[in-house]
């Protein structure tokens, strides 16, 4: 399976190993059943301003999700969501277009982590499952449903932790050195008001 993964989510959660990333994605879509996709998989980490504006314009749901998930196989009409608006890192050629695009928040991720107790990393894993999940068929819009997706995300969430694919990831505090991008404290490692030592 062909996973994409394109990492704009901000200072605060820098991006982990792109490699370990796509190994995840293509097999969490295996254990979701996702097995011959034409296209592959393209997985958007996005910040919250960048979730929300995708969740308004084509969901017409206001304010940051968790994760967004498009499934273009069934050749319904195409949503409009270019992910060209928003620069990647990574190129994929015209003939390599995803069959399966999932936009996922880490800054969201990271925020319902804190509130259960539960590693960052999982969340952001959890959060693939979910959106693989819902192109693999699975709803969660009324309580029985919701039961049986339930249980397909831990079996899929089992197979990565016991496949050791879900790759470390790590927050840095709003407003901290590291989270500017300098990884050093303001001023080159000085005090305020402490002069260069020649």
């Keep these: 399976m062909k996973a994409v993964t394109i990492w704009r989510a901000g200072l605060c959660f820098p991006a982990p190993s792109r490699s370990k990333l796509r190994r995840m994605t293509a097999a969490a879509a295996e254990l979701a059943g996702l097995r011959d996709v034409p296209g592959g998989v393209c997985v958007s980490f996005l910040s919250p301003a960048g979730i929300e504006r995708v969740n308004e314009d084509f969901l017409g749901h206001h304010g940051p999700t968790d994760v967004i998930s498009f499934d273009y196989r069934a050749g319904d009409d195409d949503p409009g969501f270019a992910p060209d608006a928003f620069p990647a890192e990574e190129t994929v050629s015209d003939d390599a277009d995803p069959s399966i695009e999932l936009i996922v928040c880490p800054a ?61 990831m790590e927050c840095r505090e709003p407003g901290s050195a590291s989270a500017r991008g300098t990884g050093k404290a303001p001023g080159g490692g000085r005090k305020p008001g402490q002069k260069r030592k020649s």
């Design 108 to 168: 969201v991720a990271y925020e319902q982590a804190v509130k259960r107790n539960l590693p960052y990393a999982e969340e952001v894993a959890l959060y693939v499952a979910h959106g693989l999940l819902h192109a693999a068929g699975y709803d969660d819009l009324n309580p029985k449903a919701k039961r049986v997706m339930r249980r397909a995300e831990k079996r899929v969430m089992k197979g990565l932790r016991e496949a050791g694919l879900i790759p470390p």
